[in-house]
């Protein structure tokens, strides 16, 4: 199972991001975990300068805007 985590303070890309990977994980029957992280000390521990960003089993694997179904895709493996 792969941990996912969201970084961001709860603005609407946050939000469509974390629903866009739920949707994208159900879609390929992916079990994940999904995490929302918001308070900004946690999320400078990262070194993100642009939310939201998403990290995917401990690795950043993006920041800034929603990501698009593909590259979500890759980064769940499907």
């Not at 603005?11 to 995490?35: D, M, S």
């Amino acid at each position: 199972m792969k941990v996912v985590k969201i970084l961001g303070t709860g603005c609407a890309n946050c939000r469509a991001t974390t629903q866009r990977i739920a949707q994208v994980a159900k879609e390929l029957g992916v079990p994940i975990t999904l995490e929302k992280v918001e308070a900004i000390q946690d999320i400078a521990a990262f070194g993100i300068l642009a939310t939201p960003a998403v990290v995917v089993d401990g690795k950043v694997v993006h920041t800034g805007g929603v990501p698009v179904r593909e590259k979500i895709a890759s980064w769940l493996g499907g």
